[in-house]
């Protein structure tokens, strides 16, 4: 589809892949809402986007989306001021190498890379479903293929690892998709899942000490730019080569087979169970 005029939600737009992606989705004329905690930023890569461009519709929702209370008031303030939406990216995202808990009590790595993803997009999907043929594309990682789905410890509560706790939670973003995307079928609106390779961003600074040192000399000698790495996100979002194509996942803009452990469909369906009682009980 043409990007000219669609209505883009995109998480985590305000830094890194996610302020690439919108650029770019801006240069092909898509009205882009971002959503996300720093409003400076926002502020900043709107105004600059603005200066060169024309007619293009930007906004932006302040949201911490570690926070289900944040993200429900956010996707309450989407649906009313956007009549359509055509595409929902789920971007944002991140690593911590100490466990931590959301205002909610929940492990933030787990809260703020899975769990946003699936309560946003459950907030939005009755419009998406209206406004169809419509997207849903998730930034995943090629690291999930060494994640575990470990149902009776979602939390890290019995045994943590900050990239154990990563790399999980991208195996759940594959997971999911793939049992969302059944729940589609016949809708009008996919769902399609990406790697976008090991970019040089903001990924991981948060952290101090060793691990924020190995990454950012990691990104200075081996990533790619925030431009190529958001490139099939933008390939999702408003290709037509994929207007068809749902519950797949992408590298370089081209479908690629995910871990076996992903294509577990009692697993998927499994998590997409845990995961919309986890929502529930936090209403």
């Given amino acids: 589809m043409s990007a000219k005029g669609k209505t883009i939600i995109v998480t985590g737009g305000t830094d890194g892949i996610g302020a690439a992606t919108v650029r770019a989705l801006a240069t092909q004329e898509a009205n882009v809402v971002i959503v996300g905690r720093n409003r400076a930023k926002a ?6 986007i603005a200066s060169q461009t024309h007619g293009v519709k930007l906004g932006f ?7 289900l209370a944040s993200i429900r008031a956010a996707g309450a303030e989407i649906l009313a001021s956007q ?11 991140g ?41 849903v594309v998730s930034v995943a990682s090629g690291v999930h293929a060494t994640g575990v789905l470990r149902f009776d410890d979602l939390m890290g509560e019995k045994r943590f690892g900050g990239w154990n706790a990563y790399c999980n939670s991208k195996l759940a973003n594959v997971a999911w998709t793939y049992a969302l995307a059944r729940r ?43 431009t190529d790495g958001a490139k099939t996100s933008v390939y999702l979002a408003t290709s037509p080569e994929v207007e068809r194509v749902s519950g797949r996942y ?24 845990a995961t919309e009682a986890i929502l529930a009980k936090g209403q």
């Fill in 184 to 226: 589609l079928q016949g809708s009008g609106v996919t769902a399609n899942c990406l790697h976008p390779g090991f970019v040089a961003s903001q990924f991981g600074k948060n952290n101090r000490g060793i691990t924020g040192m190995a990454l950012g000399f990691a990104q200075r000698f081996g990533a790619l730019s925030v």
């Fill in 83 to 93: 009549p359509r939406i055509d595409v929902l990216i789920n971007n944002a995202g």
């Fill in 95 to 135: 690593f911590f190498a100490k466990r931590e808990l959301t205002v909610d009590g929940y492990e933030r790595t787990f809260a703020l890379n899975h769990l946003a993803y699936a309560l946003l997009t459950d907030i939005v999907l009755k419009r998406l479903k209206a406004s169809a043929p419509a997207r």
């Fill in 250 to 273: 992408f590298h370089e803009c081209r479908q690629t087979r995910s871990s076996s452990a992903s294509h577990d469909e009692a697993a998927q369906e499994k998590l997409f169970g």
């Fill in 61 to 67: 929702l302040q949201c911490d989306l570690s926070s």
């Fill in 43 to 48: 502020e900043d890569l709107i105004d600059d």
